[in-house]
């Protein structure tokens, strides 16, 4: 596509359930980012993935926090028992390769309210 | 691992005004550097970055940074001041030893007509 896409644009959730966040990476992009933006804070970086592994897990906030990547391609980040606290803006970045000198290019990020 | 430092949380210019908008970062070698930005409801937009080679170093929109080592520093600046212009603006640090940006808090920019 033109530019990373997720999906949905806002969820609102009750304290408890489960939520899915998808992004779809621009084509031909091997590297896929998330991260996690507060209101009023910097970006907190969560996981990358090179090609379908994630190397390194230890950015996500806790074990109720997990992600994958399928195919190269799309990837989904899951939170499970959702806590008010995780409510933020969750944005998902992709680059060419994976090097700390390679460009992101973002979406427009998933709005997570949860009541 | 490398870090980033936004001294400035909020800064208000007048339109047509120059701006200078301050990043310092922490890292024991060279830094790659970037300069994003963020209007409100969208996603980050590059503006510029350094690798190597010139400090001085020409972004979109009339934007620019320089790099400093001594005071590692990579300040973004514009000369003159659109109302378009009015956004949150994040500095970030890559490293080559690692495959994390490190991202500053923001800087939030209003433009005064």
């Not at chain 1, 609102?12 to 621009?26: A, F, M, N, Q």
């Not at chain 1, 992009?29 to 090609?51: N, P």
């Not at chain 2, 500053?104 to 209003?110: F, K, M, N, S």
Request: some cysteine; aromatic content about 10%; overall charge neutral.
């Amino acid at each position: 596509g033109a530019g990373v896409s997720q999906s949905p644009s806002n969820k609102v959730t009750e304290k408890g359930k489960d939520v899915e966040l998808r992004c779809d990476p621009i084509s031909g992009h091997t590297a896929l980012y998330w991260y996690r933006q507060s209101l009023g804070q910097g970006l907190e970086f969560l996981i990358y993935f090179q090609g379908n592994s994630a190397p390194d897990k230890s950015g996500l906030p806790s074990d109720r926090f997990s992600a994958e990547r399928t195919g190269g391609s799309v990837s989904t980040l899951t939170i499970q028992r959702t806590q008010q606290e995780d409510s933020a803006v969750y944005l998902c970045a992709s680059s060419l390769e994976v090097g700390g000198g390679d460009t992101q290019y973002f979406g427009p990020g998933t709005r997570l309210t949860v009541l | 691992a490398q870090s980033v430092t936004q001294p400035d949380i909020h800064i208000t210019v007048s339109e047509g005004a120059s701006l200078e908008l301050r990043c310092n970062y922490s890292y024991g070698a060279t830094p790659y550097l970037f300069w994003y930005v963020q209007s409100p409801g969208q996603g980050l937009q590059l503006l510029l970055k350094y690798f190597s080679g010139d400090t001085l170093v020409q972004g979109i929109k009339g934007f620019e940074a320089e790099f400093k080592r001594s005071q590692s520093s990579f300040n973004l600046r514009k000369p003159s001041v659109h109302w378009s212009d009015a956004a949150e603006y994040f500095c970030a640090v890559g490293a080559n030893n690692n495959n994390d940006m490190r991202f500053g808090a923001g800087t939030r920019l209003t433009v005064k007509p």
